[in-house]
C-alpha cells in the first residue's frame, strides 16, 4: 500500500494558495512546549509543512529546521514564508538514517494510509538519532475516511495510534494529550497530539 493518498495531494496542490492564507494558524503553545525539550540549535526535520508556520517559529528559537512538503504547490507557499527554497518529500521518501534530533509533523501524518502508518513511523523513527524527539498531531474517530473536502485521515483512536508508534520502534518516552478545535474543513474535531522520545 502506499504512504500517500492520490486524491489528497490533489487537493492540497489545488488549495495551496488559500490554505497557506487561510488555514491552521500553526501549533503555537505545544510547539514551545515540544521545543524547550530540544537542545539549542537542534537539527529539526518537519514534515508536511503547509505554509511554513511552524518552520518559521522553529526557526525563530534558533533551531536548524529542514521543512519539507509532499506537494510541490504547498512547498511553494513555505518557500515564499521562508525566503528559501523547500523541500518536496512525501513521508514515504523519507530515507535519513539517525540525521535529526527532532522530528515535527503538524497535522500532516493523519493523512497517512491506515495500512502505510506503521511504514511510515518506521522511516521517521529511523531518521531520530538515539535519545531524538517526535511530535505529531492526528484527528481522532473510530474508522478511517475523507472530511467532506475529500481529503483522507486515517483517524486512529489514542490506543491505536500508541501500538502503531510501539510497532515502528523503541521509544523511552511516549505521551499525549487531546483537545478539540476547527480545522480547515470548518467542523469540530477531536484531535491527540503525542509526544515521543528515541530510546538512547
Same mark, same amino acid.
Given at each position: 500500500m502506499p504512504g500517500f493518498d492520490p486524491a489528497t495531494l490533489a487537493f492540497y496542490a489545488e488549495e495551496a494558495a488559500d490554505y497557506a492564507a487561510n488555514g491552521p494558524g500553526g501549533l503555537g503553545d505545544q510547539l514551545d512546549a515540544f521545543l524547550d525539550r530540544l537542545p539549542p540549535g537542534a537539527r529539526i526535520l518537519e514534515l508536511g509543512c503547509g505554509s511554513?508556520? =511552524?518552520?518559521?517559529?522553529?526557526?525563530? $528559537?534558533?533551531?536548524q529546521v529542514e521543512p519539507t512538503d509532499g506537494v510541490p504547490e504547498m512547498a511553494a507557499q513555505a518557500a515564499a514564508r521562508l525566503g528559501r527554497p523547500v523541500r518536496v518529500m512525501r513521508f514515504d521518501e523519507l530515507d535519513a538514517v539517525e540525521a535529526y534530533d527532532a522530528v515535527v509533523a503538524a497535522y500532516s501524518l493523519l493523512h497517512v494510509p491506515r495500512g502505510a502508518l506503521d511504514g511510515v513511523l518506521r522511516r521517521v523513527w529511523l531518521?531520530?538519532?538515539p535519545g531524538g524527539w517526535h511530535f505529531a498531531t492526528y484527528k481522532t474517530?473510530?474508522? =478511517?475516511?475523507?472530511?467532506?473536502?475529500? $481529503?483522507?485521515y486515517n483517524y486512529p483512536d489514542e490506543a491505536a495510534l500508541r501500538a502503531n508508534y510501539m510497532a515502528?520502534?523503541?521509544?523511552?518516552?511516549?505521551?499525549?494529550?487531546?483537545?478539540?478545535?476547527h480545522g480547515y474543513?470548518?467542523?469540530?474535531?477531536?484531535?491527540v497530539a503525542i509526544t515521543l522520545r528515541k530510546t538512547a
Amino acid at each position: 500500500m502506499p504512504g500517500f493518498d492520490p486524491a489528497t495531494l490533489a487537493f492540497y496542490a489545488e488549495e495551496a494558495a488559500d490554505y497557506a492564507a487561510n488555514g491552521p494558524g500553526g501549533l503555537g503553545d505545544q510547539l514551545d512546549a515540544f521545543l524547550d525539550r530540544l537542545p539549542p540549535g537542534a537539527r529539526i526535520l518537519e514534515l508536511g509543512c503547509g505554509s511554513g508556520r =511552524d518552520a518559521a517559529a522553529m526557526e525563530a $528559537r534558533g533551531f536548524q529546521v529542514e521543512p519539507t512538503d509532499g506537494v510541490p504547490e504547498m512547498a511553494a507557499q513555505a518557500a515564499a514564508r521562508l525566503g528559501r527554497p523547500v523541500r518536496v518529500m512525501r513521508f514515504d521518501e523519507l530515507d535519513a538514517v539517525e540525521a535529526y534530533d527532532a522530528v515535527v509533523a503538524a497535522y500532516s501524518l493523519l493523512h497517512v494510509p491506515r495500512g502505510a502508518l506503521d511504514g511510515v513511523l518506521r522511516r521517521v523513527w529511523l531518521a531520530l538519532r538515539p535519545g531524538g524527539w517526535h511530535f505529531a498531531t492526528y484527528k481522532t474517530g473510530a474508522a =478511517d475516511g475523507r472530511d467532506r473536502l475529500g $481529503r483522507y485521515y486515517n483517524y486512529p483512536d489514542e490506543a491505536a495510534l500508541r501500538a502503531n508508534y510501539m510497532a515502528a520502534g523503541d521509544w523511552s518516552v511516549i505521551g499525549t494529550e487531546t483537545s478539540e478545535g476547527h480545522g480547515y474543513e470548518g467542523a469540530l474535531a477531536h484531535f491527540v497530539a503525542i509526544t515521543l522520545r528515541k530510546t538512547a
